[in-house]
C-alpha cells in the first residue's frame, strides 16, 4: 500500500508529508465512532447494534441521505473488522484506505437485518473437497460393479474434542494479537510506505496458540488425527467417463467447519475390441478377400459373457470400410439397464499383395472381363512406383529441380521419378 505521509516518521528517521524532522501531524482516530455514535471502547455487539439503528434510519429507500448513508456504511466496514479497526485506530483513514472497500449496498444492510448473508458468507464454512480419478474398464461401465475404496482423510481428535489440549488452554497468539496474519511496514522512499501483510507463523494463521505442556497427546495440538476410511463405490451400468460419484462431507475434518465432499471422477479405460460413443458401441473385424467375396462368418464375445454369431447374407459382397450395425447389442442406458444402443462394426478387407497366374486365372473366370484399353500405338508407356501419402505436393520443384530436368544437370529427380517411353 503506498499513501503520502510517513506514519512511522520516529522509526524511520524523517517525516514523509511535513518538513525533514519536522512532529507528526495529528491523525483523526475518532470520526468513525462519532459518524456511529459509539465510544472508542465499544464491543463489537455495540457498534452492530448502533449500525443497525442508523443504517435502517437513513436509508435512501425510507428517504434518508444517500451521503450520510455512505459515511455510516464506511465506518461500519472499518469498526466491525478487527484487523481494520486496530489499523484505524493508530493511522485513521490512511492506514484502512486500500482495505476500505465499497462498503454495503442498500440490500445488503436489509439481507443481513432480515436473514440474508450480510457481509459475511451465509452458513458455516466447509472445508476443500477430495477429488480422486476412478479408472473403470468398459466391461465395469457395460455390467456395473461395486468396489472398496480406501481414503485417507483429517478427522476431528475425539481425545481433546478438537481442542488441541486442555480446555482453556488455547490462548490468543501473542505474535499476531489473534488475528493470524502479522502486518509489517517498510519505507521504500520519502513519504512513501509499503504495506506487507503474512500469516503468522507462530499460530499458522489461526490466531490462536496452546502452550507445549497442554497439547493433547493424541493429535499433538493440531485438533486433527489421521484417519483411514474406506468407501463403498458403486459403478451402475451405463455410466459414463467424467461422470462424478459423490461422497457428501466424507472429506477432511477441522474443528468447526463442515467437512466438504469426496468426488471420484469416472475414467474410462481403453478396450481391445470395443470403442464407445454415447450409447453405441463399435469394433472392427478384418475380412480376408475370400471372406469379401465369398461372405464370412463368425462370433464375438460380448463384454456380458454372451456369444454373437455374425454372419454375412448368401451371395452379398463386403466392401473394404463397409459399415453395418447390430440393434440393441450396445451399451446399456444409465438408470434403465435393460435399453441398450447399437453394435457398429467396420469392416476391413485385407487383400493380398500379389497373386500367382493361375489364380489370376481361376479368378477371371469367375468374376466379370476387365476392361481392355484401345491402343492407337503413339502411347507413352510408364512406371507406377509405391509411395507414401504423404508426399502427394512434395514435388521435384519444391526441393529445388525441375520435372525436366537433364541427367547432364546431375538427375536432381532420383530414382523415384517415373520411367517413360515412346512405344
Avoid: W
Avoid at 8 to 21: L, M, P, V
Avoid at 275 to 295: F, N, P, V, Y
Amino acid at each position: 500500500m503506498f499513501f503520502g505521509g510517513d506514519p512511522f516518521g520516529e522509526h524511520f528517521g524523517g517525516g514523509g508529508g511535513g518538513s525533514r524532522g519536522g512532529p507528526r501531524q495529528p491523525v483523526d482516530t475518532d470520526e468513525f465512532y462519532t459518524t456511529l455514535g459509539v465510544a472508542k471502547d465499544a464491543d463489537d455487539n455495540t457498534i452492530k447494534k448502533a449500525y443497525r439503528k442508523l443504517a435502517l434510519k437513513n436509508h435512501p429507500d425510507k428517504g434518508g441521505d444517500p451521503d450520510k448513508f455512505k459515511d455510516i456504511n464506511m465506518a461500519y466496514d472499518v469498526l466491525s473488522d478487527p484487523q481494520k479497526r486496530k489499523m484505524y485506530d493508530q493511522y485513521g483513514k490512511d492506514g484502512v484506505n486500500e482495505e476500505g472497500g465499497p462498503g454495503h449496498s442498500p440490500d445488503d444492510i436489509f439481507s443481513m437485518f432480515f436473514g440474508g448473508g450480510g457481509r459475511q458468507p451465509s452458513g458455516p464454512r466447509r472445508s476443500d473437497d477430495l477429488v480422486h480419478p476412478l479408472k473403470v474398464s468398459l466391461e465395469d461401465l457395460y455390467n456395473g460393479k461395486t468396489c472398496r475404496l480406501a481414503i485417507n482423510r483429517d478427522k476431528v481428535c475425539a481425545a481433546c474434542e478438537g481442542r488441541g489440549g486442555k480446555a482453556g488452554a488455547e490462548k490468543a497468539c501473542a505474535s499476531c494479537n489473534g488475528h493470524g496474519v502479522q502486518i509489517q511496514y517498510r519505507q521504500i522512499g520519502p513519504g512513501m510506505v509499503q504495506k506487507l501483510q503474512a500469516t503468522c507463523p507462530d499460530c499458522n494463521g489461526e490466531g490462536k496458540t496452546i502452550n507445549a505442556r497442554d497439547k493433547c497427546r493424541e493429535c499433538q495440538g493440531k485438533k486433527v488425527v489421521k484417519e483411514r476410511k474406506v468407501l463403498e463405490v458403486n459403478i451402475t451400468p451405463g455410466m459414463k467417463s467424467g461422470q462424478k460419484l459423490t461422497f457428501h462431507e466424507e472429506a477432511d475434518e477441522a474443528p468447526g467447519v463442515l467437512p466438504g465432499n469426496v468426488v471420484f471422477v469416472v475414467q474410462e479405460k481403453p478396450h481391445e475390441t470395443f470403442q464407445r460413443k454415447g450409447a453405441d458401441l463399435i469394433m472392427e473385424k478384418k475380412l480376408t478377400l475370400s471372406e469379401s467375396l465369398c461372405g464370412f462368418d463368425f462370433v464375438v464375445q460380448h463384454m456380458d459373457g454372451r456369444v454373437l454369431r455374425l454372419h454375412s447374407a448368401p451371395g452379398k459382397v463386403t466392401k473394404h470400410e463397409h459399415l453395418q450395425v447390430i440393434a440393441h447389442e450396445g451399451m446399456p442406458h444409465a438408470g434403465n439397464p435393460y435399453v441398450k444402443g447399437r453394435l457398429f462394426v467396420l469392416f476391413k478387407v485385407a487383400f493380398p499383395d500379389t497373386l500367382d497366374e493361375a489364380a489370376v486365372k481361376r479368378m477371371a473366370g469367375v468374376l466379370p472381363p476387365r476392361p481392355v484399353a484401345t491402343l492407337s500405338g503413339e502411347e507413352e508407356e510408364c512406371t507406377l512406383e509405391d509411395i507414401d501419402p504423404s508426399q502427394f505436393g512434395q514435388n521435384d520443384a519444391v526441393r529445388g529441380g525441375g520435372a525436366y530436368d537433364s541427367d547432364e544437370e546431375g538427375g536432381r529427380g532420383g530414382n523415384n521419378r517415373v520411367q517413360c517411353q515412346n512405344m
